[in-house]
């Protein structure tokens, strides 16, 4: 049995936004951390990321 491995050329990847539609780039780095701790690519740029998380921030604060 003969095996061959093929390197994969690792570049930088980019990505349109779902939400507002702009191209962000997906660095290297940021594709070695996502695929180190089996994240899925982002499908969203990092302002409407931040706009999100602020949303899901304020439906769960709770109050007693």
Same mark, same amino acid.
């Given at each position: 049995?003969? $095996? ?12 349109? @936004?779902? !939400? =507002? ?9 940021? $594709? ?12 969203? @740029?990092? !302002? =409407? ?16």
């Amino acid at each position: 049995i003969i $095996q061959i491995t093929i390197n994969m050329i690792e570049i930088d990847k980019e990505i349109k @936004c779902i !939400d =507002c539609g702009v191209v962000f780039t997906f660095t290297i780095g940021e $594709q070695t951390f996502y695929k180190d701790r089996q994240f899925t690519e982002p499908k969203r @740029c990092q !302002d =409407c990321r931040n706009k999100k998380k602020e949303q899901n921030n304020g439906r769960n604060n709770y109050t007693s």
